[in-house]
């Protein structure tokens, strides 16, 4: 309890990393691509994007401490998040044509996961479909889509071949 509140002494010290950051991941010349994220979490694909010399357009996100958490790292850069602004199944991504070459991002996993029940296409968590809305409007010239080796079950074939390969 006293540490909910803040009042507990610190047993250990805070480690302070002894890696240089920069030095192992310095960013790159603009390479002229512009990538627009979903289901963005913390962030971890965005910066690796925005290292890697993309351009950021947008970033999609549910959960709100996670635009936070963007915002801290790239206060120049278009977050919504919450029910309202970061809910990808209620955006019009038709405004983006013509504007990203690159849709990245990591839908729900918790629907594939062996952690999991593994419901698949049945579960209400399970985004990607909303995932290939924004790529069959938004026409990018590429994707990069991330999520758990879960998804790969046999079970998922049907599923994996409507999603990849009916569109």
Not at 23 to 47: H, I, K, Q, T
Not at 74 to 90: L, M, Q, T
Request: net charge negative.
């Amino acid at each position: 309890m006293a540490a909910d509140e803040g009042k507990s002494k610190s047993v250990h010290s805070i480690n302070q990393p002894l890696l240089n950051l920069e030095a192992l991941m310095p960013r790159l010349e603009s390479n002229g691509l512009r990538s627009l994220s979903l289901f963005s979490g913390g962030g971890g694909l965005d910066l690796g994007f925005d290292l890697a010399g993309f351009e950021h357009v947008a970033s999609y996100e549910l959960i709100p401490i996670c635009k936070d958490t963007l915002q801290r790292n790239r206060p120049e850069w278009n977050v919504y998040a919450g029910p309202d602004e970061g809910d990808v199944s209620k955006t019009a991504w038709e405004r983006y044509k013509g504007m990203v070459d690159i849709i990245q991002g990591g839908p729900p996993c918790q629907p594939f996961s062996v952690a999991g029940s593994q419901k698949g296409e049945d579960d209400e968590r399970n985004m990607w479909g909303e995932f290939n809305r924004a790529v069959n409007t938004i026409k990018p010239r590429a994707f990069v889509a991330e999520n758990v080796l879960g998804l790969l079950n046999p079970k998922f074939d049907g599923f994996v071949q409507s999603i990849f390969m009916n569109h």
